[in-house]
């Protein structure tokens, strides 16, 4: 079965730093990936999926990155971090089973930019 | 209007009842339909999925699908303090993969 890393666990940062947040997948092999965000009180929104290496689609212009380097790692970054980026960060991975796709979720990062 | 909405709660039943957790749609082409929980502070476990009309069970829960209403519900028999959590409710819409939408959430109270 597969597992799914995220690192840091939480992080605090000041307006304008930079921010690279990492999730790993171990288990599994080209899987499809998501970063979501989840702001306090609010529902879970989809920033980015990516279906292969250096395959990257946004859903919502932001001034948030994604990048996969690698068959089982994404990674999110911002150059210049904004109050409203603070939140739960969560990667998800992707499992197909009868041609249905499921997503499960890694244990996030909580990032809170002061 | 949402294209997941759920009920924000809180919802509270005693110990030992049925809770009912409900989600209604708006997108008609939506194929799959996802429970998930998540306890304060942690990320969404999933709970079950459902994608053809009626009932699954699994265990105390089951998913209950309804396409032609656009609802899909889920129960707990014997609710335990432990399921207290948010349940979040993921419906998919394919727009060249497969997207996740999820509603806000039903927070559950269970009172020993």
């Known amino acids: 079965s597969q597992t799914i890393h995220q690192w840091p666990a939480t992080l605090v940062q000041p307006v304008g730093s930079p921010l690279s947040l990492e999730c790993t997948v171990e288990g599994t092999s080209n899987p499809n990936l998501y970063w979501y965000r989840q702001a306090a009180g609010r529902g879970l929104q989809l920033l980015f999926y990516?279906?292969?290496?250096?395959?990257i689609s946004s859903e919502v212009p932001q001034n948030l990155s994604a990048s996969r380097p690698q068959d089982r790692q994404f990674i999110l970054s911002s150059k210049k971090l904004l109050l409203s980026d603070s939140g739960f960060y969560l990667c998800?991975?992707?499992?197909?089973?009868?041609?249905?796709?499921?997503?499960?979720f890694g244990p996030g990062t909580r990032l809170l930019v002061l | 209007q949402k294209e997941v909405e759920q009920n924000s709660g809180p919802l509270s039943v005693p110990e030992g009842a049925i809770a009912s957790l409900n989600c209604t749609y708006s997108?008609?082409?939506?194929?799959?339909f996802f429970w998930y929980r998540q306890y304060s502070g942690k990320s969404p476990e999933l709970i079950m999925s459902i994608y053809s009309n009626g009932d699954k069970e699994d265990g105390r829960f089951t998913a209950q699908l309804n396409k032609a209403s656009q609802y899909v519900s889920l129960l707990i028999r014997d609710s335990q303090p432990s399921d207290s959590a948010t349940y979040l409710c993921?419906?998919?819409?394919?727009?060249?993969?497969?997207?996740?939408?999820f509603g806000t959430g039903t927070r559950l109270l269970v009172s020993p």
């Open positions: 997108d008609r082409g939506s194929q799959s």
């Open positions: 998800a991975c992707a499992r197909t089973s009868g041609g249905h796709e499921t997503q499960y």
């Open positions: 990516s279906v292969g290496i250096g395959q």
């Open positions: 993921a419906v998919n819409r394919y727009t060249g993969f497969q997207k996740l939408v």
